[in-house]
């Protein structure tokens, strides 16, 4: 029998404001943490893991709103131009359309020279929030393309979606009041992941580039879609994501939700722990790199992250700096010389099995509009402007057309309710009991959840 717990009714004052956003605050901090707390909670062995990665692969898509997945269809790509360097490397601009309409713009460096008929791995960068205008911000990170294209590897950058040529949303909720997002299942990250995959479709298209040997790194917000796209697509084979992820005690309990856009989270449906992402990728060789004194990526929740994600990955071996380690740097939130080094030896080690020390030189950097995949107008079909309102289809709910299957239905939905929209709350709650009321008004507080007070009047 439910603990019965009577409210109180001696006379109390008014809640103000500021108490209910402390008691909120308070509550979802401690939630927060118990969801971190609950990271391979039951899993002892490597086997235990396994049996659920499939299920939480299933549940990681259906919260970026990629269950199931959408239909791959022609990539309809165009290489607009291309340009020679005498450094030894050339760049193609190009674009795709990674479902019709939802356009990729981006730069393919490619090493020049004979290579004797082998196969280049491939590298897929994804950009941060570095915004070139017109030029797309795949511009500002030209110089991973080169160091790469100069050392052997084929090196897609494709813009993202908000400071793409053709530019669209990430900050859609509290910059544009677009809160329906949360109803319709849409974050932009959704998009950026998707554009990954169909990346990653191309490159493997691509006949001089080893379809088996393909990298993703990026930084800040390419950091963050480094992690979505190698926790969906196995097919990434290494992944160096750099300044890309928190855990919830720090986004929840220190707000560091504050410094991010939309296109860092999915929808946490299902009340994962935010490391479970990062989980994914395991067993594949993962480098979490960040910077010591990251205001939006502080090194508390990194070191978190990195003891929870050595647990898993001491069930696959004893020795973990094979396949998992960490990459810290001084400074700040930027895509330092430290950063880009360790991830450019990484990629080496795992996948040219090198792992000499790397240097970078300094290469003079392309004009941004020499590098646009449209050199002048942009396509009048493109739906990145509002993809929003089309990526995801609309939910429906037509009723039964008779009476017999309407308890099904009824069924149904409400399952579905209790699975989705319902699924954080108790099945049953405690029952409260109301003290026995005079005739003259009364008032009391009650508790909704643990630490969350709610006043009455009578």
């Given amino acids: 029998m439910a ?27 401690r939630e927060a943490a118990r969801l971190d707390g609950a990271f391979l909670d039951g899993v002892t062995n490597r086997q235990q893991w396994e049996g659920r990665r499939e299920q939480l692969r299933r549940e990681y898509l259906e919260m970026l709103g990629l269950w199931p997945l959408p239909e791959r269809t022609p990539l309809q790509t165009r290489v607009t131009g291309a340009l020679e360097r005498e450094e030894g490397f050339r760049v193609e601009n190009l674009h795709f359309q990674s479902r019709p309409g939802l356009y990729v713009t981006g730069n393919l460096y490619l090493p020049k020279g004979d290579r004797g008929g082998k196969k280049l791995p491939a590298v897929l960068y994804v950009c941060g929030h570095s915004g070139r205008g017109r030029d797309g911000n795949k511009t500002a990170f030209q110089h991973h393309g080169m160091w790469f294209a100069t050392h052997g590897y084929a090196c897609l950058i494709i813009d993202t979606l908000q400071l793409g040529e053709i530019a669209a949303i990430h900050h859609g909720t509290y910059r544009y009041d677009r809160w329906w997002w949360q109803a319709r ?47 969906a697509d196995d097919r990434i084979q290494v992944a160096a994501p750099v300044s890309g992820m928190g855990d919830l005690i720090d986004y929840v309990g220190e707000k560091v939700v504050n410094g991010h856009c939309d296109c860092m989270f999915l929808i946490n449906t299902f009340q994962w722990p935010w490391t479970q992402i990062a989980a994914l990728v395991a067993p594949r060789p993962l480098l979490f790199e960040n910077s010591g004194h990251d205001p939006i990526f502080p090194m508390n929740g990194n070191d978190r992250i990195r003891s929870r994600l050595e647990q898993l990955y001491r069930l696959y071996t004893n020795r973990t700096d094979r396949l998992f380690d960490i990459g810290i740097t001084p400074g700040g939130h930027s895509d330092n010389p430290e950063l880009r080094l360790m991830a450019y030896r990484w990629i080496d080690w795992h996948l040219k099995g090198s792992n000499a020390p790397v240097t970078e030189r300094e290469l003079p950097p392309i004009d941004g509009p020499r590098l646009r995949a449209f050199p002048e107008n942009l396509p009048a079909d493109e739906l990145n402007t509002k993809i929003d309102e089309s990526f995801l289809p609309a939910a429906g709910n037509r009723l039964p057309d008779n009476g017999r299957e309407f308890e099904a239905w009824r069924s149904d939905r409400l399952a579905e309710l209790r699975r989705l929209a319902f699924r954080p709350l108790p099945l049953t709650f405690p029952v409260q009991s109301l003290p026995r009321l005079e005739r003259k008004p009364a008032r009391g507080i009650l508790q909704s959840a643990p630490g969350i007070q709610v006043a009455w009047n009578y």
């Fill in 3 to 29: 603990r019965q717990t009577a409210l109180r009714a001696a006379p109390v004052g008014p809640l103000t404001h500021l108490d209910g956003q402390t008691m909120i605050e308070s509550f979802l901090s």
């Fill in 185 to 231: 299942g849409y974050t932009p990250a959704a998009v950026e992941c998707w554009n990954g995959i169909r990346a990653i479709d191309y490159l493997q298209s691509r006949p001089e580039i080893d379809p088996e040997r393909i990298a993703i790194t990026g930084i800040s917000g390419g950091g963050a879609a480094s992690f979505w796209i190698a926790a």
